[in-house]
């Protein structure tokens, strides 16, 4: 598939098959998201990858409920890793790294949409209830979870803003 038309195929999937993923295939899909932009290059983003039924379920839980997370064959999730962007400060722990894992999570969900698979950003979850389950040392903090899986479902495209409300001319 060409770039265009991955960006123009994705979308937020809450329905998965019970079909196993390829360790390999969930290995290229982080690949792809550590060939995102980050600040400096430092890559101050970790990737913790969860297969386990009762983990996952837990994660579902610190995740408001959101049952879909569990029903996932693999929940990857994609922490910020503040001590690799500690050369930047207080800008580093406080905006480069939530910035450098946003861009791999997207590439991420492109990576996925490429190989036929399907995912949602989950970012509404308790963080220090996904650290404790996961055993996240303090300089971890988990920014997203990616639940990963083949779609049950045909999704609807999600309507956008107009263009002409968004973009701003030469000053605000
Ligand atoms: C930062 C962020 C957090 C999100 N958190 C959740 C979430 O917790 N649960 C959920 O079902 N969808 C979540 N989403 C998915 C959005 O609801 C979805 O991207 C939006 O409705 C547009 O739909 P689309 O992805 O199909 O284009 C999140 C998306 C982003 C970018």
Sequence with gaps: MELIDVIKARRSV??????KIEDN?????????????????????DFVVVKEPDTKKKLARAALDQDFVAEAPVVVVVCANLRRCAPYGTRGRELYCIQDSAAAIENMLLAIVDKGLACCWVGAFDENAVSGILDMP??????????????????????????DELIHHERW
């Design 14 to 19: 809450r329905r998965f098959r019970q079909k």
């Design 25 to 45: 295939m969930i290995r290229e899909i982080i690949e792809f998201g550590n060939l995102a932009p980050s600040a400096g290059n430092l890559q101050p983003r």
């Design 138 to 163: 303090q300089h971890i903090r988990p920014m997203a979870l990616l639940p990963i899986g083949y779609s049950e479902v045909k999704t609807g495209f999600a309507s956008r803003i107009d263009l």
